[in-house]
C-alpha cells in the first residue's frame, strides 16, 4: 500500500465502502468527553472534511497511538464491520518498543514465543487497572527482538479493552517508550508513544470481498 501523505493521517485505502488510514499520534480518532471545548485534532472530522461526506467510526486508536484505524462509508458497511469487530473476526497487530523496568525479570523472557495475557481491567479517569468487577482482556504477545536495550515486541489484542495493551506491559514490567501515563521515563523518537497498528486481517470476516476488502492490510513497522 502506499499512503497519500496528510498531517494528521495517511490515507492507504479507500473504495465505496470504507476508507483505512495511517493516523498519526496525537490526533483523536473520534471526539472527546469534552466535545467541543477539546481542541486537539479529530481524525473523523477531517475525513469527513475531505471526503465531503458523514462516515462511521468502526474502532478507535488512543490519542498517542499511531497506525491503521478504519471508517465506514455508508451504514451497511458500518452493521458489517462492527459486526466483524465484536464477534472477533477481524484480528488486529500492533508492534511496541519497550524498555523494561527496573528489577524486572526478563533475561528468560523467549524469542518468537506467544505469551498469553489475560486481566479483568477497568477503565479509570486515566488509567486502566485490574479489578475483580472488570471485563476480561485478553492479548497475544510475541518478543520479536532486542537491539540495544530495546524490547520490540507484536501484540494482538484479542479483546478491545481501552488502554489494553498499554496496561499489559506495563503491568508486566516493560511500559511501552514515550507512555508516561504507564511509567514509562523514555521519550519516543517521534511524537506520542511507541504503540504502532501496523496490520487489520479480514481474512474471517465474512462476506468482507462483498464490500470489496483486501484480505489483510499491512503497513511499514517501527
Same mark, same amino acid.
Given at each position: 500500500?502506499?499512503?497519500?501523505?496528510?498531517?494528521a493521517?495517511?490515507?492507504?485505502?479507500?473504495?465505496?465502502?470504507?476508507?483505512?488510514?495511517?493516523?498519526? !499520534? %496525537?490526533?483523536?480518532?473520534?471526539?472527546?468527553?469534552? =466535545?467541543?471545548?477539546?481542541?486537539?485534532?479529530?481524525?473523523?472530522?477531517?475525513?469527513?472534511?475531505? +471526503?465531503?461526506?458523514?462516515?462511521?467510526?468502526?474502532?478507535?486508536?488512543?490519542?498517542?497511538?499511531? =497506525?491503521?484505524?478504519?471508517?465506514?462509508k &455508508?451504514?451497511?458497511?458500518?452493521?458489517?464491520?462492527?459486526?466483524?469487530?465484536?464477534?472477533?473476526?477481524?484480528?488486529?497487530?500492533?508492534?511496541? %518498543?519497550? $524498555?523494561?523496568?527496573?528489577?524486572?525479570?526478563?533475561?528468560?523472557?523467549?524469542?518468537?514465543?506467544? +505469551? #498469553?495475557?489475560?486481566?479483568?481491567?477497568?477503565?479509570?479517569k @486515566? $488509567?486502566?487497572?485490574?479489578s475483580?468487577h472488570?471485563?476480561?482482556s485478553?492479548? *497475544?504477545?510475541?518478543?520479536? $527482538?532486542?537491539? &540495544?536495550?530495546?524490547?520490540h515486541?507484536? +501484540?494482538?489484542?484479542?479483546?478491545?479493552?481501552?488502554?489494553?495493551?498499554?496496561?499489559?506491559?506495563? &503491568?508486566?514490567?516493560?511500559?511501552?517508550?514515550?507512555?508516561?501515563?504507564?511509567?514509562?521515563?523514555?521519550k519516543?523518537q517521534?511524537? =506520542?508513544?511507541?504503540?504502532? !497498528?501496523?496490520? *487489520?486481517?479480514? #481474512?474471517?470476516?465474512? @462476506? !468482507?470481498?462483498?464490500?470489496? +476488502?483486501?484480505?489483510?492490510i499491512?503497513?511499514? #513497522?517501527?
Amino acid at each position: 500500500m502506499v499512503p497519500v501523505e496528510n498531517k494528521a493521517y495517511s490515507k492507504v485505502f479507500e473504495n465505496d465502502h470504507f476508507i483505512i488510514v495511517d493516523k498519526n !499520534a %496525537m490526533v483523536l480518532s473520534v471526539p472527546g468527553r469534552l =466535545g467541543e471545548e477539546d481542541d486537539r485534532p479529530v481524525l473523523g472530522r477531517i475525513l469527513e472534511v475531505d +471526503l465531503g461526506m458523514t462516515i462511521y467510526p468502526v474502532h478507535r486508536l488512543d490519542y498517542e497511538v499511531q =497506525g491503521l484505524i478504519m471508517f465506514a462509508k &455508508n451504514p451497511a458497511a458500518h452493521k458489517a464491520a462492527n459486526g466483524w469487530f465484536e464477534r472477533k473476526e477481524v484480528f488486529k497487530t500492533y508492534t511496541a %518498543m519497550t $524498555r523494561p523496568l527496573p528489577d524486572t525479570a526478563h533475561d528468560a523472557l523467549p524469542l518468537n514465543v506467544e +505469551l #498469553t495475557w489475560k486481566s479483568k481491567l477497568l477503565r479509570g479517569k @486515566k $488509567r486502566a487497572y485490574v479489578s475483580p468487577h472488570g471485563k476480561d482482556s485478553v492479548t *497475544i504477545a510475541c518478543l520479536k $527482538r532486542v537491539e &540495544n536495550g530495546i524490547f520490540h515486541w507484536e +501484540l494482538n489484542p484479542i479483546t478491545g479493552r481501552s488502554h489494553q495493551l498499554r496496561f499489559e506491559m506495563y &503491568n508486566h514490567g516493560h511500559p511501552i517508550i514515550g507512555d508516561e501515563l504507564y511509567s514509562s521515563n523514555e521519550k519516543f523518537q517521534t511524537e =506520542g508513544i511507541a504503540l504502532r !497498528a501496523y496490520k *487489520i486481517d479480514f #481474512t474471517k470476516a465474512p @462476506k !468482507a470481498s462483498e464490500f470489496f +476488502l483486501p484480505k489483510e492490510i499491512v503497513i511499514t #513497522t517501527f
